[in-house]
């Protein structure tokens, strides 16, 4: 009885780890899929002409490694929860790549 109950244990708390695990993985995998960052810029459709604002969408990226210019990098710092892109926080997101 006492193995069989250490065998419930064991296969609840790793299908809670599991669980963890791909809580996780989530929003990587939305952004691996998609092509390019094409998905996540979205053009404003009440501008014109060729200087039209590109406005970017939350979508789960936290890191510099994950972002195309210091523009996206700096839309993402000031308007997404959980970005870990600003390490002195001066406001400056990517000062090592993007933003220098």
Not at 11 to 28: F, R, S
Not at 47 to 72: F, I, K, L, N
Request: aromatic fraction near 8%; glycine fraction near 8%.
């Amino acid at each position: 009885m006492k193995k069989l109950i250490l065998i419930a244990l064991l296969a609840t708390v790793g299908w809670q780890g599991y669980a963890k695990y791909q809580a996780k993985q989530a929003p990587l995998a939305a952004y691996d899929s998609t092509p390019g960052a094409s998905s996540s810029i979205r053009s404003d459709p009440s501008a014109s002409g060729s200087a039209s604002p590109a406005t970017y969408q939350c979508d789960g990226r936290t890191h510099c490694s994950q972002m195309t210019s210091c523009a996206e990098a700096t839309f993402f710092l000031k308007n997404c929860p959980g970005t870990k892109m600003d390490g002195d926080h001066d406001g400056i997101p990517c000062e090592q790549q993007w933003c220098r």
